[in-house]
Each structure stands twice: as C-alpha cells, then as structure tokens.
C-alpha cells in the first residue's frame, strides 16, 4: 500500500467564460449549420462557468494541421508538467533525486520520446528513474496511473513515485466538425496538469509530511466493459483526433456503476454508506447526475466533483486529481474512507479506495 503525499496543479493562461466559447461556437458554425441554435443548449446546461485552453481563442478560429497542433501539445505539455511537479515536490520539499518513476498519463498528444522524459532534460531528476508512460486511458487515467503507482509501491515499499496526468484537450477540437459530438465536446472539454506523488509505506518522505493523516490507498478495481468500444473514444483522422460520444453513458452509468462498486467495497466489508469522501470524476452534468441517481447520493457528496467542472470544465484524466487536491486542502478525520473513480474508454472504470490514515 502506498500513501498520497502531495498534489501539484496547473493550467494554461488563457481562462474563457462558458458564454464567450458559446459565442465563438456559434459565430463558427452557424453559416455551415444553420441549425447549430438547437445545440448551443448544452453549454447552459453542462453547468461550466470557465475553462482554460491551450491557445487564445483567435488561434481556434485558424486551420491548424495536426502536426501543428501536437506541437503545441508537445510544448505545453512540458512547460505546465515541469511546473506541477515543482508545485507537488515544493509541498513538503522534496528533491528531484527522491523520486524513483514516473507515470505519464495523457490521451490528447503523442510524443516519443515520451513527455516525462522530455521534461527530465529539464528538471535534475536522477538518470535512473523508471519512466512509465500510459497511453489511451481518456478520463479514467488519472485513476488508474494511482492504482498503478500503488502497485509499484507494493512491489517496492521504500520506493517515491509521481503520476503525471497532462491533458490538452482543446487542441483536439475540429472547426470543420459539425458533428453532435464536437460540439458536446467543445462545450465540455478543458486543459490541466496535474501531479500527485505517491509514496510506499517505508518511504523516509513521509517523515516530511506536514499534516499527520494523509489518505493511504487500500485498493484499487478496473472493470472492463466487452464490446463497448462505440460507447467514448477518438476517430484518428488526417486532422487529428475526433472525439467519440455515445448517448447512452448516462444510461451505462446508471446500470453498471453501482453493481461493480459495491461488488468491491464489499471486498473490503464495506459499503456505500461507509464512504465519507466520493472523489468522482465529473465527466458532465449529466455524468455528475448519473452518478447521483446510480449510488443514490445527496447532492452534497459530489459537491467537490461539481465545483471543479464548474471552475475548470472536463480535463479528462487530470480532472480527477484536481477533485482529490481540493479535500487535501481540508481536514480529515482519521480512519474516514474515500473512493476515487472514473471511467473512459473500453468503456471501463476505475475505482481506488482511499482511507485517511495517521504517518
């Protein structure tokens, strides 16, 4: 097992308002899609009031090829992954040279060498830290990089691990599309980094930990859908990726979700009601409300997941982890449980159960 000892956020500079990129939308398309007004309803109703992006809005607005685009990701993608490490190491005062891997989490670029080896020609991290890079994972890769990093943990207790999640979403919009799904996407989709180191149980960093309970990962479940590869996901086209939305998740939610989940808490002898701490990944409004309706919440329990696509929007794997860094800014009580979940494409969902725990 392993504990989360810090997390370090960030975002591009440029922050627009719910109702500008609903202006930008419709001066776009309205001349090709004269019909575009019936669409437009999903920025009011997905409940965003900003987003930041990895470009000025003008720059969307211009034909980019997606070479160009990946450039940009590429660029960006070192300069704010560099920053939110610095920001989680800065928390406790952690060196580079502590840090045994890293887990590079992404779905909206490609880069070989990978980003985290890039930005180790930056930073001073020594030479041989493990790289893992994870590919393809969408939204559900902030979860799984720290079920994964707990793994790595178990295997070596001592060890330091930090999970990069580094997602750009908007350089994958498409100004030509006037698909449903693009348009849903763009009213929904976002940009963020964010790192979160994790330590082993014998880590000597947890003797640096300024708060005596920190949240320990007890467990972790991935749960794979068969033959639902239509359900999210990219078409790969010559300009670039295009995303892939069913109407059906809400449903999927509402069936599938709660089965697993307490399938797996049950593991653990425990159930729903246990839970103090619902870390979930806000996909959308609509998500957020299946979510609610599938495990019979109050609405006061995703408050955190609600406040985070409120400020930021969909930043697909990075999102989760801006959801945990807002209750690590609080007080918790020791022993009081947390589950941290996703899902994305496969279609899957990963869960980690968390609990608060004195170092």
């Known amino acids: 097992m392993s504990y989360i000892l810090s997390i370090g956020a960030?975002?591009?500079?440029?922050?627009?308002?719910?109702t500008k990129t609903k202006q930008f939308v419709h001066e776009l398309f309205h001349s090709k899609y004269p019909k575009i007004e019936r669409l437009l309803s999903v920025f009011e109703n997905a409940q965003i009031h900003e987003r930041y992006f990895s470009a000025p809005i003008e720059w969307f607005q211009q034909d980019h090829s997606f070479a160009e685009k990946n450039a940009r990701y590429v660029e960006l993608a070192i300069e704010l992954g560099s920053a939110a490490i610095q920001k989680a190491l800065n928390v406790h005062s952690i060196r580079y040279e502590d840090i045994d891997g890293i887990y590079f989490i992404s779905t909206t670029g490609i880069s070989t060498p990978s980003i985290e080896a890039?930005?180790?020609?930056?930073?001073?991290?020594?030479?041989?830290?493990?790289?893992i890079p994870i590919w393809g994972l969408g939204c559900a890769g902030g979860a799984a990089g720290l079920a994964r990093a707990n793994e790595y943990c178990k295997a070596y207790p001592d060890a330091?691990?930090?999970?990069?999640?580094?997602?750009?979403?908007?350089?994958?919009?498409?100004?030509?599309?006037?698909?449903?799904?693009?348009?849903?996407?763009?009213?929904?989709?976002?940009?963020?980094?964010?790192?979160?180191?994790?330590?082993?149980?014998?880590s000597k960093l947890l003797e640096r930990a300024k708060q005596n309970v920190l949240p320990k990962i007890i467990d972790h479940q991935s749960t794979f859908m068969p033959d639902s590869e239509d359900v999210m996901g990219w078409n790969v086209k010559d300009t670039g990726l295009h995303v892939i939305f069913s109407k059906d998740i809400p449903t999927i939610i509402k069936n599938w979700l709660k089965p697993n989940m307490e399938?797996?808490?049950?593991?653990?002898?425990?159930?729903?009601?246990?839970?103090?701490?619902?870390?979930?990944?806000?996909?959308?409004?609509?998500?957020?409300?299946?979510?609610l309706?599938?495990?019979e919440l109050p609405n006061e329990k995703l408050r955190h997941s609600a406040h985070i696509l409120k400020h930021f929007g969909n930043m697909?794997?990075?999102?989760?982890?801006?959801?945990?860094?807002?209750?690590?800014?609080?007080?918790?009580?020791?022993?009081?449980?947390?589950?941290?979940?996703?899902?994305?494409?496969?279609?899957?969902?990963?869960?980690?159960?968390l609990r608060w725990m004195a170092v």
């Open 10 to 18: 960030t975002n591009p500079p440029y922050s627009y308002s719910q």
């Open 118 to 131: 890039k930005i180790m020609n930056r930073l001073p991290f020594h030479k041989h830290v493990k790289r």
């Open 160 to 202: 330091n691990v930090l999970v990069l999640c580094v997602e750009l979403c908007s350089l994958t919009f498409q100004k030509e599309d006037i698909s449903k799904s693009n348009i849903i996407g763009t009213s929904l989709f976002a940009d963020g980094v964010a790192a979160c180191l994790v330590c082993g149980e014998q």
């Open 263 to 291: 399938s797996f808490l049950q593991e653990h002898r425990l159930s729903i009601q246990d839970i103090t701490h619902w870390i979930a990944h806000p996909g959308g409004k609509k998500v957020l409300d299946a979510y």
């Open 293 to 295: 309706e599938a495990l």
């Open 316 to 353: 697909s794997s990075v999102t989760v982890l801006f959801v945990l860094n807002e209750i690590l800014k609080r007080t918790v009580n020791e022993n009081e449980y947390g589950l941290l979940f996703a899902l994305g494409p496969g279609f899957s969902s990963e869960c980690v159960l």
